[in-house]
């Protein structure tokens, strides 16, 4: 397992496959790495439609191609993350 995080040390992830492109913290605007050269800034997610089975048989559903996570998924976290941001105390 490998230690990720971002610059400023509030996104950290222990991974043994690296980080996605697109995994990055909204405080510092940096992707997460292992050391403290290589942070970059976080790439959009990349959404493509995904088969997803259904009730009603085969829909297509917009998911990141990095973090498999959809456009709801990925806009409710931004969201989230925000409103945590908007919540923090400013020092
Ligand atoms: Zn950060
Ligand atoms: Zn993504």
Redesign the pocket.
Known sequence: MRYY???????VSWSSMGVYPCA???????TLAEDPYSHATPQPHDFSPQPVETNEGTRYLDRCRWCRRTRAEAGAKLRKSMEATDADPVP
């Not at 995080?5 to 996104?11: A, D, E, P, T």
């Not at 990055?24 to 940096?30: F, L, P, V």
């Open positions: 995080r971002c610059k400023c040390g509030k996104r990055g913290c909204a405080e510092c605007n940096t």
